[in-house]
């Protein structure tokens, strides 16, 4: 799989594209393809992302000034945007 940098706040730590679980009309929010193959550029999807390391992040429903992200790679930024959903840690 893709593994990027994943920058949310001070941390930055590699993370997997697990699974892109939707394609979404930016502007309506609404679903335009369940799981689909590849996102282009301009593209909102919603995304599975597993960090390599344990991080703490926290969703944009419980506060969203720290729920803002971006995934860079090679120097660039590939994506931005924010935490919806949070899978805790199994111990």
Do not use: N, W
Request: glycine residues 6%; aromatic residues 6%; positive net charge.
């Amino acid at each position: 799989g893709y593994t990027p940098v994943f920058h949310l706040g001070t941390a930055s730590v590699a993370c997997k594209i697990e699974e892109i679980i939707a394609k979404i009309d930016p502007k309506t929010g609404a679903v335009v393809q369940e799981h689909p193959d590849f996102i282009k550029t301009g593209d909102a999807a919603r995304v599975r992302v597993v960090p390599t390391k344990p991080m703490v992040v926290e969703k944009q429903s419980d506060f969203p000034q720290l729920a803002r992200f971006a995934i860079r790679d090679m120097g660039q930024t590939v994506a931005a945007g924010i935490v919806l959903d949070v899978v805790p840690l199994k111990k």
